[in-house]
């Protein structure tokens, strides 16, 4: 978002509450000049009232409608602020922090969502302390690449390297953690989708800390697989605060049939280098969320003939050893989902694992990490059985 936009913001927002924009003396600021923010106007209709316009990066596009703005106030004073998302409907409970840390969901008789129009109006407490408003949590490349340097600067074997590109050229990272006689290895993929934190980021960090923790079987697991995770794909949509896209206006979770996208071809060309240099390729997992989560797409059931059996042994053990139950949706391999790149060039298990939009975050955690320690236990033991495939 360009500097000259913010200020078109602003300056709407200011001039409608009888300020004083001329010495930027300004009442009410809503702020959206930080990474991930989407608020496309805002207009004062009445005291205390406002509309905040919501857009998508580009049309058509999924109906996820993120939005994130910070809002300050010279007093202290309550407001009415009704999202407008256009031809598009309120989807998710607004979440509010003070810091862009620490987050917590609106109360629900605070928000008013007219499902006819599909608007919603907010009920927010304003005042000096900027208060950040957000669809989920806010999660940039900022925060992922923060949230990396443990493993890569601890000792954990973790090396960072760019693998290419994005649509906008800014780098795009692999974590690798490799070792040279082993050739069994796995996939990790989040964050196609931007406003996906939930499984995205959320289970998606929870998974990765739980492979990479100090229990017997991540450390076990650590030496007979190697790991190669992409931990946020679409950093250009993610910081741009895209309801779906990479910066070129693609839907990357639908690209990896044609591979139109540098996204997209920079794992193509990752994997496809690792099983030149004799790697196989055991496993794929891709974080999403969904508002039915949380389920899996697994592979339909005549495919599911052609594998060696890890998802649905891994699903057993998920739940005879915890209180998870595990919804496994079939679906086509003929969809061009990144999952099923995996299955069909290298007849390798994949699953997209979707988390719900509105899901304890709690919860969230506790399901990747017994979901991680489960289908490490599961590798390990096909491997030992040398049951794979091929
Ligand atoms: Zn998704």
Known sequence: MSAKYIITVLCLATLMVA????NGNADMV??????????????????????????PESEPVNKS?????????????????????????????????????????????????????????????????KLYVAAQEIETSVDTYGWMKKYVDGDYGVNLKVAGKTALNNANYVLEHEKKDVEDFIVLVARQHPPEIPGGTIGFKSFYETVFSSSETAKKFREKFNIYTFPL????GADKGNWRHNANGVDLNRDWIDFTQPETKMVRQFVADKVEQGGKIRFALDFHTSYSGPYMLVLDSINETKTSGVI???IETIESTSSFKVEARQRSQELPYCYNYFFNTYVAEAVTYEEGDEINRDTIRKRASVYAEKLMQTLLEKQKNNAFTK
């Not at 930080?34 to 209709?45: D, M, P, Q």
């Not at 794909?233 to 250009?236: A, I, M, S, V």
């Open 65 to 129: 409608p993120w939005f994130a703005f910070a809002v300050t106030s010279k007093v202290k004073k309550n407001i009415e602020l009704r999202l407008e998302y256009g031809t598009h409907k309120h989807r998710y409970i607004p979440k509010l922090s003070t810091d862009k840390v620490h987050w917590k969901p609106m109360e629900l008789n605070k928000i008013k969502v007219d499902t006819t129009l599909g608007t919603a109006t907010l009920l927010l407490e304003v005042s000096p302390k």
């Open 30 to 55: 809503f702020d959206t000049s930080f990474k991930g923010a989407r608020l496309s106007k805002v207009e004062n209709i009445g005291e205390k009232k406002y509309v905040g316009y919501v857009h």
């Open 233 to 236: 794909l679409n950093p250009d």
């Open 19 to 22: 300020c004083k924009p001329e």
């Open 312 to 314: 649905p042994k891994w």
